[in-house]
């Protein structure tokens, strides 16, 4: 099992930058890679970005690219996700989650993810 906790969400304008932190824990926390979703308004969850916790690969969703940049700690069991150049297409609930980064792809784990932050970006 896997718990996640996010924080660093906000109000911001088009063309600006916002962190988003997550702290990940749980027995089972060294098994899984760790990445971000998110839900913008009346739509899905969808995947924004991951990282390999053995390697450092990354994976980013092709609108983020470019602009969005994930990094962590393995050892501390940290994932952000530098967001700049913010648009208001970006404003969603972000969520940390568990899961899985091969084959150039993110895979989160059911269940493994957090109530989110929500980031709201203005025109």
């Known amino acids: 099992q896997v718990h996640v906790v996010e924080s660093g969400g906000g109000v911001v304008r088009a063309g600006e930058s916002l962190t988003l932190s997550c702290v990940a824990s749980g027995p089972s926390v060294t098994s899984y890679d760790l990445g971000w979703l998110r839900q913008k308004p009346g739509k899905g969850l969808e995947t924004v970005a991951g990282?390999?916790?053995?390697?450092?690969?990354?994976y980013y969703q092709d609108s983020v690219k470019g602009r969005f940049t994930v990094t962590g700690d393995a050892a501390k069991n940290t994932v952000t996700l530098q967001m700049d150049n913010l648009a208001p297409e970006d404003t969603a609930v972000y969520h940390c989650?568990?899961?899985?980064?091969?084959?150039?792809?993110?895979?989160?784990?059911?269940?493994?993810w957090g109530q989110g932050t929500q980031v709201t970006v203005s025109s």
């Open positions: 990282l390999s916790r053995t390697d450092g690969s990354t």
């Open positions: 989650t568990a899961g899985h980064l091969r084959n150039d792809d993110f895979y989160p784990a059911a269940g493994y």
